[in-house]
């Protein structure tokens, strides 16, 4: 598997995916997806990206971060994600 010795990179490689996959996404807004497994593949290639920079990034800025500092700041920011879900559960 690749193995990378700096979280930085792995991060910015991953959002950077998950930003790109946007584009489609927006065209596919605009005009009808050619298929199923067109819109199922960029969907995909979003949410792996996604997930695959959330632990790289979580190591990455623990290194920043005094473990005080950082304590608060993860907790305060996993309590706002997650009010962020219900609120869009409770709307959806």
């Known amino acids: 598997l690749l193995q990378l010795k700096n979280p930085k990179r792995w991060v910015i490689v ?3 995916l998950q930003a790109l996959a946007f584009v489609p ?3 596919f807004s605009f005009f009808k997806a050619p298929d199923f497994w067109s819109l ?14 959330g632990p790289a990034w979580n190591y990455w800025m623990g290194r920043l ?4 500092e950082g304590n608060q700041y993860f907790s305060r ?16």
């Open 65 to 68: 971060i005094e473990v005080d």
């Open 40 to 53: 199922f593949f960029v969907l995909t290639l979003y949410w792996g990206a996604g997930f695959a920079a």
């Open 77 to 92: 920011r996993a309590q706002v994600a997650q009010i962020g879900v219900l609120i869009g559960l409770i709307l959806g």
């Open 25 to 27: 996404l927006i065209l």
């Open 14 to 16: 991953t959002v950077t």
